[in-house]
Each structure stands twice: as structure tokens, then as C-alpha cells.
């Protein structure tokens, strides 16, 4: 199983199988996302909330490979109110794909669509498959009971926010990944734009000093799970 990061939350699963699953596809608009909409394919599109820097080029990318999209009810319906497949779920419900299983956590944040729909609640989002756990925490502030989620499911990669302002910074996201406790942490959402602008490599510091793994992922690259 491979899992690229295109930079900001964007990232693509690939299993063993051949299943393209891509989460928060914002890749056109994005200024640091080394490919575009078109560059991408994707079977699964699982979004962890409506804003733009998330939902991205996902009804371009639906619209050429037909494929589903994967989020909380509101945001479901309104991905299928503009003629996409979805598969509806809510906070803290699971569901076996033929990929692998998705389970939607809580996320302290916003959800509005570009063209100001309600979005339903926002979420981050556990996929397993192929024997790993994967927490993409979407946009979030800091919150307790990721210590809960971390006891639930043992983590294999935490992907988590370190850009501040809209999310957690890296002190805030250094204090997730002590409470999720995973095999290793990745920093996304960071240096889009200026006013997220973090250094990844200070995150990695600080979080190794407290005895666990970051790994920092260039824009554009793949590795093997
Ligand atoms: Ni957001
Ligand atoms: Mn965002």
C-alpha cells in the first residue's frame, strides 16, 4: 500500500489491490500541490469537510473517474444534489469498503461549502487496510479525546495539521501526537499560503523530543506503507 502527499491535506491511498482512494483533493487551486486535477485518479474521494481547500477538485475528478465520494451525511447529500455517487456516514460510524474500513471522528472546526451550503459537521477520518491504520485528523484544533481515539485503534500514521491560525499549530499538534500515541506522525496543512506558514522540521524537533516519530513528506511525494 502506498500513500502519496500532494501538500496541504491532500494525500492518495493506493492499495496493493489497485484501489485509488484520494482524501481532501485540493490540488488545481492549491499553489503547492506539485500535480493538478487532471494528474489524479481516484475510485474513493473521502472528504473530511466542505471548505474549498478540501473539497478541491473533487467534482472534477468524480466526473471523470466516476468515482464515490466518502463523508458525513450533509455533506453526502449535497455531493449527490450535484449528480455524484456517496456513500453517507456520520461521527463515529464505520464502514467496510472493498478497499478496506473508513470511520469518521469528531474534528473541532467549520464546514461550508464554496457556494455557502451547510457542510454538516466536519471530521477527521480512519482508514485501515492492509493490516494499518491511517488518522488523517482533517482541520481540527487540539482536542482530548484524540487520547480516546489513540486507545481505540492503535494508530500507524497520524496526519495532522501544524499550520495554526485555522488549526492546530505546532505546539497544539506536537500534544496530539502524545495523546494519539501513532508509529508515526506526518504534518500537513502548513505553507499553502502565508498566513499557514510552519516550519515542519521545527514539528518534528519538538514532537521527537517527546519520544515519537515524524516523518516530513516533500509535496509530491510517495511512500510505501
Ligand atoms: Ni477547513
Ligand atoms: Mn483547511
Given amino acids: 500500500m502506498k500513500l502519496r502527499y500532494f501538500s496541504h491535506s491532500a494525500f492518495q491511498i493506493t492499495t496493493s489491490a489497485g484501489h485509488k482512494i484520494l482524501i481532501d483533493p485540493f490540488l488545481s487551486g492549491n499553489p503547492t500541490s ?8 481516484a475510485d474513493y474521494i473521502i472528504l473530511t ?39 453517507n456516514m456520520h461521527i463515529g460510524g464505520g464502514h467496510n469498503f472493498e478497499f478496506g474500513r473508513v470511520k469518521f471522528t469528531i ?72 495523546l494519539v500515541a501513532p508509529k508515526v506522525a506526518i504534518p500537513m496543512h502548513y505553507n499553502t499560503f502565508p498566513v499557514i506558514e510552519a516550519d515542519p522540521n521545527e514539528f518534528k524537533k519538538l514532537t521527537e523530543s517527546k519520544g515519537f516519530n515524524v516523518r516530513v513528506l516533500n509535496f509530491g511525494e510517495e511512500i510505501e506503507l
Fill in 107 to 178: 474534528a473541532h472546526h467549520g464546514s461550508m461549502t464554496p457556494d455557502n451550503h451547510y457542510g454538516g459537521e466536519p471530521a477527521g477520518v480512519i482508514i485501515s487496510a492492509e493490516g494499518k491504520n491511517i488518522y488523517h485528523t482533517g482541520d481540527t484544533g487540539l482536542f482530548y479525546d484524540m487520547k480516546l481515539i489513540g486507545e481505540m485503534t492503535s494508530i500507524d500514521y497520524l496526519l495532522l495539521p501544524i499550520g495554526d491560525n485555522f488549526t492546530m499549530g505546532i505546539t497544539d499538534a506536537a500534544k496530539a501526537v502524545e
Fill in 49 to 87: 469537510h466542505a471548505h474549498g481547500d478540501h473539497l478541491g477538485d473533487g467534482f472534477e475528478i468524480a466526473k471523470r473517474y466516476n468515482s464515490t465520494f466518502i463523508c458525513v451525511n450533509e455533506l453526502a447529500e449535497y455531493c449527490k444534489s450535484k449528480g455524484f455517487k456517496a456513500h
Fill in 34 to 41: 506539485p500535480v493538478k486535477a487532471k494528474d489524479v485518479v
